[in-house]
Antibody
Framework: EVQLVESGGGLVQPGRSLRLSCTVS????????MSWFRQAPGKGLEWVGF??????????EYAASVKGRFTISRDDSKSIAYVQMNSLKTEDTAVYYC???????????WGQGTMVTVSS | QSALTQPASVSGSPGQSITISCTGT?????????VSWYQQDPGKAPKLMIY???NRPSGVSNRFSGSKSGNTASLTISGLQAEDEADYYC??????????FGGGTRLTVL
């Protein structure tokens, strides 16, 4: 069964850092680009960024709201994608999801999400 | 880059058809056939319903269809059913190599 499981969420103070993990199973992570998203309480979906697969350079793209603060990476040997979140702000409070890409920049398999709360 | 524009809410009776619009610009919706639609139930992860404007993933009902004209994409749900009640989001790839979403549309089945 194809599955994505996010972990690493929790309560963190403003200005601190947090790293989220997306552990995948049922497919070969190295064959796919992966994206991170977030959804603030009661709000809509926001794309955070993505990382291409290694054959496509393994490069990353980010939303303007997180560029320079968040870094997406991948360890295909461990089947885990990461998002390192630095200089966290209260407005980063959200449920964070990872998802597997399919062609055409669509996101076909999603994790269940992990909650990040940034508060003093 | 601003979010894509969707109506905040739409409603319809069982058996009817509804259409949700998603308006962007010539730098996103109008530039690429990379528009997707997602269904989200409260407290759940989104589910991909349409990709590349009009393609349905395996397992998605053929009551769901997508189209695009210029800078506006549309999701049509025919034969509305109670289980279709959910939030719907469109997304598009952009000329900046990013992805943007619409603000979401709450579908109510009357």
């Amino acid at each position: 069964e194809v599955q994505l499981v996010e972990s690493g969420g929790g309560l963190v103070q403003p200005g601190r850092s947090l790293r989220l993990s997306c552990t995948v199973s049922g497919f070969t992570l190295g064959d796919y680009a992966m994206s991170w998203f977030r959804q603030a309480p009661g709000k809509g979906l926001e794309w955070v960024g993505f990382i291409r697969s290694k054959p496509y350079g393994g490069t990353t793209e980010y939303a303007a709201s997180v560029k320079g603060r968040f870094t997406i990476s991948r360890d295909d040997s461990k089947s885990i994608a990461y998002v390192q979140m630095n200089s966290l702000k209260t407005e980063d409070t959200a449920v964070y999801y990872c998802a597997r890409h399919r062609r055409g920049y669509a996101f076909e398999i999603w994790g269940q999400g992990t909650m990040v709360t940034v508060s003093s | 880059q601003s979010a894509l524009t969707q109506p905040a809410s739409v409603s319809g009776s069982p058996g009817q058809s509804i259409t949700i619009s998603c308006t962007g610009t010539s730098s996103d919706v109008g530039a690429y056939n990379y528009v997707s639609w997602y269904q989200q139930d409260p407290g759940k992860a989104p589910k991909l319903m349409i990709y590349e404007v009009s393609n349905r993933p395996s397992g998605v009902s053929n009551r769901f269809s997508g189209s695009k004209s210029g800078n506006t994409a549309s999701l049509t749900i025919s034969g509305l059913q109670a289980e279709d009640e959910a939030d719907y989001y469109c997304s598009s790839y952009t000329s900046s190599s990013t992805v943007i979403f619409g603000g979401g549309t709450r579908l109510t089945v009357l």
